[in-house]
């Protein structure tokens, strides 16, 4: 602790409500979290396995978690989640995937099978050439990113292309599941809208995880 300034301890001592941490790159704001996972553990008596702290990379994740077991020691750290969001994005799937409507086992497509299961459907109920496939996942992408459902996408659709997307992004959806599978974004989506539609299931994990802390916020979206 000493090693932080003034209002960086107060950022780890605050342990009260939501805490926006706001500082320029390279100014210890990871040292922050780390610091405060240790204070939450060793100062207040927070049990780790109440904590997680999200970051984008698995590098960082690693790297956070090593910062961590470090100021910790022993066996203090069991059971504290440092992780990438889409990591404990699957986390809350696989632990509610009956919620969700998925069988155990499911699989996580990554972009080049998305791209190709897109080309697939795009042939065979449209009769587009395969060449958009690249186009139209990123656009599914961005509308995941941004909460917009399939059935919303349509509805909002002006034009015939946004129209042709909107529906390749539903014979999509409807494609994963029929594999029993997820894709990427979905790790983000899926316990976003479940916890929207489900309060029960969004209070069963706040009582689980009692503080979330995140790691370069400014970069999060608003799923």
């Given amino acids: 602790m000493s090693q932080l300034n003034p209002r960086q301890r107060e950022a780890v001592r605050y342990i009260d409500g939501p805490l926006l941490v706001l500082a320029g790159a390279g100014s210890g704001k990871t040292s922050v979290i780390t610091r405060k996972i240790a204070y939450l ?8 396995n109440r904590i997680a702290a999200v970051t984008f990379t698995n590098k960082a994740a ?3 978690r090593e910062r961590v077991g470090k100021l910790l020691g022993g066996g203090a750290a069991e059971g504290l989640t440092v992780s990438t969001f889409h990591q404990l994005g699957l986390k809350i799937i696989r632990s509610e995937r009956r919620e969700l409507g998925l069988k155990a086992g499911f699989s996580i497509f990554d972009g080049e099978d998305t791209r190709n299961l897109i080309r ?3 042939i065979q109920e449209h009769g587009a050439e395969g060449d958009q496939a690249g186009t139209i996942a990123q656009r599914i992408s961005n509308w995941k990113n941004d909460r917009v459902l399939p059935e919303q996408a349509q509805a909002l659709a002006s034009s015939p292309a946004d129209l042709l997307c909107a529906q390749a992004y539903l014979r999509y959806n409807r494609a994963l599941r029929a594999y029993n599978a997820l894709d990427f974004d979905d790790l983000i989506l899926l316990p976003t809208i479940l916890f929207e539609r489900s309060p029960q299931i969004l209070e069963q994990w706040q009582n689980q995880l009692h503080y979330l802390l995140v790691d370069e916020y400014q970069d999060t979206n608003s799923s």
């Fill in 41 to 48: 553990v060793e100062s207040c008596g927070i049990r780790a």
């Fill in 120 to 122: 697939d459907l795009l």
């Fill in 62 to 64: 690693r790297e956070m």
